[in-house]
């Protein structure tokens, strides 16, 4: 056996031992990452969950407004540019929901 083989064997393991180390902190990095990516989109879910239920009122809320117009058309008290007003808030509204372009 030569002589400075031991040192060779000794370096080989202590280089094994860094790339050991350097591959689980890759592997704790990439777990963090995918940790991460899961949180934000679990949160973006939740942030559109939000906007469709915000985008759904707007509907029920110009859906109500096109009804009061009408009936203050009916009664004499209001022209038919509300009611037109409210049918444009309507269809707006709708847009909104099914576009998912919900104004912030």
Sequence with gaps: MPLFTGGRTHA???KS????KVLDEQKADLRNQ????VKTSLLNLKSARN???VATLGVQLA???VEQSRDRF?????????????QDAL??????????AVPL
């Design 12 to 14: 080989e393991i202590v």
């Design 17 to 20: 031992d860094l790339q050991l």
């Design 34 to 37: 995918i940790s991460l990516d």
């Design 51 to 53: 906007q469709v239920a």
């Design 63 to 65: 859906k109500e407004e």
């Design 74 to 86: 009916k009664a004499g008290v209001a022209n038919n540019i509300e009611v037109i007003q409210a």
């Design 91 to 100: 269809a707006r509204a709708n847009d909104n929901r099914h576009c998912g």
